[in-house]
């Protein structure tokens, strides 16, 4: 069986079992329960790089929550960002606690690559994916794998962390069900769009968008860059570049999805590494939205940060 084993683990996210264990389940809680999510960091952390090895808390450093709408389960996919957890583990969580779970059985996750050059929308060869917490079956529906703009490349995901870094969240969420992986490269909105119809076609599917907002402007420029962008995905206008979001492709994607189909996008969280683990001259941010199948009554959205 080829298992697709983990990148970043000890980098990204911690790389022992149990502590990366704890941090998950405490931060898929405490988005849960108090509407926000707090995770301990260590030093010395940069936000334009991963995070050092997780050694556990350090009391001298808390992280602001990310602030949310009110958590109403059944987001058939959700936008959830990708970087270390230190800085973005609590956006990602609050995304998660959002997802439907009743009869799910498959979760794709669409995530772009930053390492390796690609056209179209690339599955993996692999059987399973490996990470601390064990290995996630993974599989390809032939709906997907039918699509022309659909390859298969490991080379593509090996060095990826896109995907990676949802693994241990799906597999302490939804441990029952299956993974598909798909590193989404070059790609027409059109044709990211055709792959999440054909997977959101199955009921027993939900499709996680991997993607982090702005990168390394200063606090407030990327506070009002993040609220433009995310005002353009929750109206469904027009497309995103990649200054805007590295996961342009993909959101892109599911906004046309969306439009296809009368879906509602709805922000559920917002802020960025000057809230959480870094400086605030240089901020990569990141945002937590859920497609879902009609509008809801509206509610508040708050920002975090002052």
Avoid at 87 to 109: K, M
Avoid at 147 to 166: K, T
Avoid at 187 to 203: F, I
Avoid at 210 to 216: A, E, G, I, Q, R
Wanted: with cysteine; net charge negative; charged share 20%.
């Amino acid at each position: 069986m080829a298992v697709r084993r983990p990148a970043v683990a000890g980098t990204f996210y911690p790389a022992q079992p149990a502590v990366l264990e704890q941090l998950v389940d405490q931060l898929l809680a405490e988005a849960g329960t108090s509407g926000t999510s707090r995770v301990p960091h260590t030093d010395p952390l940069r936000a334009d790089s991963p995070p050092t090895e997780y050694s556990g808390p350090n009391p001298s450093r808390t992280a602001s929550p990310a602030a949310t709408a009110p958590i109403r389960l059944g987001a058939w996919s959700v936008i959830a960002p990708h970087a270390g957890y230190v800085h973005s583990g609590s956006t990602a969580a609050v995304a998660y606690r959002h997802l439907r779970r009743d009869g799910i059985e498959r979760v794709a996750v669409l995530g772009p690559t930053h390492r390796v050059p690609l056209r179209g929308v690339a599955t993996s060869s692999a059987s399973a994916w490996s990470t601390p917490l064990g290995e996630a079956r993974a599989i390809v529906p032939p709906s997907v794998a039918a699509l022309p703009q659909v390859v298969v490349s490991d080379e593509a995901h090996a060095p990826e962390h896109s995907i990676e870094v949802h693994v241990p969240f799906l597999q302490r969420l939804l441990p029952q069900a299956d993974l598909v992986p798909l590193a989404v490269g070059r790609a027409t909105p059109s044709e990211v769009a055709d792959v999440v119809d054909a997977l959101l076609d199955d009921p027993a599917t939900v499709v996680v968008i991997s993607s982090d907002l702005s990168h390394y402007l200063p606090y407030d420029a990327a506070r009002r860059l993040d609220r433009d962008t995310i005002d353009q995905v929750t109206a469904l206008r027009g497309d995103l570049d990649h200054e805007q979001a590295c996961g342009a492709t993909p959101i892109n994607g599911l906004m046309e999805h969306a439009r296809r189909r009368g879906g509602t996008i709805r922000a559920l969280a917002s802020c960025s590494s000057g809230d959480t683990a870094g400086d605030r001259d240089r901020v990569v941010g990141y945002a937590a939205l859920a497609l879902e199948e009609k509008a809801f009554e509206e509610t508040a959205f708050v920002e975090a940060g002052p």
